[in-house]
């Protein structure tokens, strides 16, 4: 049984932004020179939250937060600079100018990504051979593929007839930049969480393209409708995408993120099963929208074959879950599924996090972070491996220092998308012993700030690494998007939408290869786990977005927080970060 328990809010801002993902994300990156004189015009609906960079829009509203910010000044080590208040001083090339590097064969990287697809988003600013797929430098060290935007919607995976969004950052304008110029007449749903004045902004933005609807969604305070999701329906079959970025330029500029681009589903026989877990765990959670705007997707859903899909997903949706919906969703949903999926793993085993934003995990790691939430993430099936098993094991949690921040690709501005406030680091200082710098040196992104959400189980040795799963997520460390148990565990209460995707190690060759058609297709694999830090690809092959092994917070490393000022040093662009 499952209910909302909370009263619906159609605010943003009630939110509590240190719980959810960056609002950050939507800053701007438009430069002192481009700003209009304010006048007499009405302020901008989106207010701080404004990322647009259209030229027509600032000629329509005001921004005085946005002016506020470009027009103080600070000195930076001898320089006159800008102090930083959230906007980089310069204008960012958007993805649709000339010049901009699209790749020739899109299909081809997506096929180099088999047999999981997990992919990074390219990024701008790193070492080439890190972008897209380098054969060469593949055969030297494992560098996983990368996509761009563009290269998702390329018309070179099929012809598009209809398509849907599911996200929290939205610019629609940007957005349909992306698509082929031939579809962008094509039907798309936009499926979002904008309340009051930043919903009616969005349906301002959507009026200007009459194939776009929009699909709001229902919220308790504090809660975000977070999930990254694309469904793209072509004439040759399905496809469904998972990803960590929101759809706004920067997002998909100079960040580390990732996605699943699953194969494009074919239509299903009459012949053919219907029943799949994952699609049946993908219509379970559409329904739990429970929105009209929803049913014909569904419909085309169940018109599918998805019986090549190897991952699971793992979703999160607002709520009071009990009885059997307890361990439908969040954390409990992963508990589930871990004990019913993963062969039993070693107690010396460690559970790494990697998130981009924390919210308040309460006076001390006892009770939620290393009582529930470990306790979910650290399952595996009692019936194999007779390892030790009797204590939880070892937590490492993977969040950007100020210096990571400051260092990186975007300098201070990264920390916009990076949202931990100093209230709740104040308060929680235990969970510094607990932190790992980003470091992502295998995939050539430790400039890029990440926000990618990553968690995983890996063997402790410095041989021979292997890991018992990997979830790719939208979803941060924070009790709104994993849920909190209460009136004693028989009650799970989430506040946000999140949705990710499980990677598990294949146990046959017919996991790795549902189609192969092979003889031997149901023989076991000995070692069933993935392996990483390894050059030469089988199919137990994996990465991980941040480099192994960790590296701890050194005595002077302190977590990001995004809200208080960090002006001892400037970042590669000479700027400092004051937050007005």
Same mark, same amino acid.
């Given at each position: 049984?499952?209910?909302?328990?909370?009263?619906?809010? $159609?605010?943003?801002?009630?939110?509590?932004?240190?719980?959810? *993902?960056?609002? #950050? %994300?939507? &800053?701007?990156?438009? =430069? !002192?020179?481009?700003?209009?004189?304010?006048?007499?015009?009405?302020?901008?609906?989106?207010?701080?939250?404004?990322?647009?960079?259209?030229?027509?829009?600032?000629?329509?509203?005001?921004?005085?937060?946005?002016?506020?910010?470009?027009?103080?000044?600070?000195?930076?080590?001898?320089?006159?600079?800008?102090?930083? $208040?959230?906007?980089?001083?310069?204008?960012?090339?958007?993805? *649709?100018?000339? #010049? %901009?590097? &699209?790749?020739?064969? =899109? !299909?081809?990287?997506?096929?180099?990504?088999?047999?999981?697809?997990?992919?990074?988003?390219?990024?701008?600013?790193?070492?080439?051979?890190?972008?897209?797929?380098?054969?060469?430098?593949?055969?030297?060290?494992?560098?996983?593929?990368?996509?761009?935007?563009?290269?998702?919607?390329?018309?070179?995976?099929?012809?598009?007839?209809?398509?849907?969004?599911?996200?929290?950052?939205? *610019?629609?304008?940007?957005?349909?930049?992306?698509?082929?110029?031939?579809?962008?007449?094509?039907?798309?749903?936009?499926?979002?969480?904008?309340?009051?004045?930043?919903?009616?902004?969005?349906?301002?933005?959507?009026?200007?393209?009459?194939?776009?609807?929009?699909?709001?969604?229902?919220?308790?305070?504090?809660?975000?409708?977070?999930?990254?999701?694309?469904?793209?329906?072509?004439?040759?079959?399905?496809?469904?995408?998972?990803?960590?970025?929101?759809?706004?330029?920067?997002?998909?500029?100079?960040?580390?993120?990732?996605?699943?681009?699953?194969?494009?589903?074919?239509?299903?026989?009459?012949?053919?099963?219907?029943?799949?877990?994952?699609?049946?765990?993908?219509?379970?959670?559409?329904?739990?929208?429970?929105?009209?705007?929803?049913?014909?997707?569904?419909?085309?859903?169940?018109?599918?074959?998805?019986?090549?899909?190897?991952?699971?997903?793992?979703?999160?949706?607002?709520?009071?879950?009990?009885?059997?919906?307890?361990?439908?969703?969040?954390?409990?949903?992963?508990?589930?599924?871990?004990?019913?999926?993963?062969?039993?793993?070693?107690?010396?085993?460690?559970?790494?996090?990697?998130?981009?934003?924390?919210?308040?995990?309460?006076?001390?790691?006892?009770?939620?972070?290393?009582?529930?939430?470990?306790?979910?993430?650290?399952?595996?099936?009692?019936?194999?491996?007779?390892?030790?098993?009797?204590?939880?094991?070892?937590?490492?949690?993977?969040?950007?220092?100020?210096?990571?921040?400051?260092?990186?690709?975007?300098?201070?501005?990264?920390?916009?998308?990076?949202?931990?406030?100093?209230?709740?680091?104040?308060?929680?200082?235990?969970?510094?012993?607990?932190?790992?710098?980003?470091?992502?040196?295998?995939?050539?992104?430790?400039?890029?700030?990440?926000?990618?959400?990553?968690?995983?189980?890996?063997?402790?040795?410095?041989?021979?690494?292997?890991?018992?799963?990997?979830?790719?997520?939208?979803?941060?460390?924070?009790?709104?998007?994993?849920?909190?148990?209460?009136?004693?565990?028989?009650?799970?209460?989430?506040?946000?939408?999140?949705?990710?995707?499980?990677?598990?190690?294949?146990?046959?060759?017919?996991?790795?290869?549902?189609?192969?058609?092979?003889?031997?297709?149901?023989?076991?694999?000995?070692?069933?786990?993935?392996?990483?830090?390894?050059?030469?690809?089988?199919?137990?092959?994996?990465?991980?977005?941040?480099?192994?092994?960790?590296?701890?917070?050194?005595?002077?490393?302190?977590?990001?927080?995004?809200?208080?000022?960090?002006?001892?040093?400037?970042?590669?662009?000479?700027?400092?970060?004051?937050?007005?």
């Amino acid at each position: 049984m499952t209910t909302h328990g909370w009263t619906l809010s $159609s605010s943003e801002e009630d939110s509590d932004s240190s719980e959810n *993902d960056s609002v #950050g %994300s939507d &800053i701007s990156s438009t =430069p !002192v020179d481009f700003l209009p004189d304010d006048g007499d015009k009405p302020e901008c609906p989106y207010g701080e939250k404004c990322h647009r960079e259209n030229p027509v829009h600032f000629q329509e509203f005001s921004h005085p937060l946005k002016r506020k910010a470009t027009d103080e000044t600070v000195g930076v080590t001898g320089k006159s600079e800008g102090s930083y $208040s959230g906007y980089p001083p310069a204008k960012k090339k958007r993805l *649709d100018e000339p #010049g %901009s590097r &699209i790749c020739k064969d =899109p !299909v081809a990287v997506w096929k180099a990504s088999s047999p999981y697809y997990f992919l990074l988003t390219t990024c701008k600013g790193i070492s080439e051979e890190f972008n897209y797929f380098n054969q060469k430098a593949r055969e030297e060290k494992f560098i996983p593929p990368s996509l761009g935007i563009r290269e998702i919607l390329s018309e070179d995976h099929g012809t598009l007839q209809r398509s849907a969004q599911f996200n929290y950052c939205i *610019d629609i304008e940007w957005l349909m930049e992306q698509y082929p110029k031939n579809v962008r007449d094509k039907p798309l749903l936009i499926v979002h969480g904008q309340q009051r004045q930043s919903g009616a902004a969005l349906q301002a933005e959507a009026k200007r393209f009459p194939n776009i609807k929009l699909c709001q969604v229902d919220l308790p305070p504090y809660g975000t409708h977070h999930t990254k999701m694309m469904l793209l329906l072509y004439e040759e079959g399905l496809r469904i995408v998972i990803s960590t970025a929101n759809l706004v330029p920067q997002d998909w500029s100079q960040k580390t993120q990732g996605f699943w681009m699953s194969p494009v589903f074919p239509p299903l026989e009459r012949s053919t099963a219907t029943d799949c877990e994952f699609k049946r765990d993908l219509i379970f959670y559409l329904t739990s929208y429970k929105k009209k705007l929803l049913k014909d997707w569904i419909q085309i859903i169940e018109g599918y074959d998805f019986s090549s899909a190897n991952v699971v997903l793992i979703a999160s949706t607002p709520g009071r879950h009990t009885g059997a919906a307890l361990s439908h969703w969040g954390h409990m949903r992963l508990r589930k599924v871990l004990r019913s999926k993963i062969r039993r793993v070693d107690s010396s085993w460690p559970v790494i996090g990697q998130f981009s934003s924390i919210g308040s995990l309460g006076a001390n790691e006892n009770k939620w972070l290393c009582g529930e939430w470990l306790t979910s993430l650290a399952s595996s099936n009692p019936g194999t491996f007779a390892g030790r098993v009797s204590n939880l094991p070892p937590l490492k949690l993977v969040f950007p220092t100020v210096e990571n921040v400051r260092r990186s690709l975007e300098g201070y501005p990264a920390g916009a998308s990076v949202p931990y406030s100093s209230a709740n680091a104040t308060k929680q200082k235990w969970l510094n012993s607990y932190m790992h710098q980003w470091n992502a040196d295998n995939t050539g992104r430790s400039e890029a700030s990440p926000h990618i959400k990553s968690y995983t189980r890996i063997s402790p040795y410095e041989t021979n690494v292997r890991a018992a799963w990997f979830l790719l997520t939208s979803a941060n460390l924070s009790k709104a998007a994993w849920g909190g148990l209460e009136k004693n565990a028989t009650q799970l209460a989430i506040r946000s939408y999140e949705l990710g995707v499980l990677f598990i190690p294949p146990t046959t060759q017919e996991d790795v290869n549902p189609h192969a058609g092979a003889a031997n297709n149901t023989d076991m694999i000995p070692d069933s786990y993935f392996h990483l830090k390894t050059h030469v690809k089988t199919k137990c092959s994996f990465f991980v977005p941040f480099h192994l092994p960790l590296t701890r917070y050194s005595s002077s490393d302190m977590p990001w927080t995004w809200d208080a000022p960090h002006t001892d040093a400037p970042d590669r662009h000479g700027n400092i970060w004051v937050p007005s």
